[in-house]
């Protein structure tokens, strides 16, 4: 079964790559020095994460809308004192979950 979720795709300041967020999963989290080796490491990680809720029959938690998720991004990386950019990307990231 696919199934998708929004991730935020932020470009980090201190020129290290961009960090990918999956807020409805907050223990998922990738990055990459690139936006497509980001969302590349993303997909692996977060198929790797929901196979493993499935594995334990642990509730999978719905998507998120993307307003939800830019919000949800925006307060994790307020919380941790870091900026959330203008230019933050917003999408659906895919993954063979239950293969």
Known sequence: MSCSYPAGIIRED????YSVYFPDLPN???G???VE???????SGLAVALRDLAER?????APSSM??????VR??????????PDDSLFQNVDAQAFS
């Open 14 to 17: 201190d020129g290290s790559g």
């Open 28 to 30: 998922v989290a990738a």
């Open 32 to 34: 990459g020095e690139s």
């Open 37 to 43: 080796e980001a969302l590349n490491n993303a997909s």
């Open 57 to 61: 029959n642990a509730p999978v938690p």
């Open 67 to 72: 307003e939800e998720a830019r919000a949800k």
């Open 75 to 84: 307060a994790e990386r307020e919380a941790d004192e870091l900026p959330f």
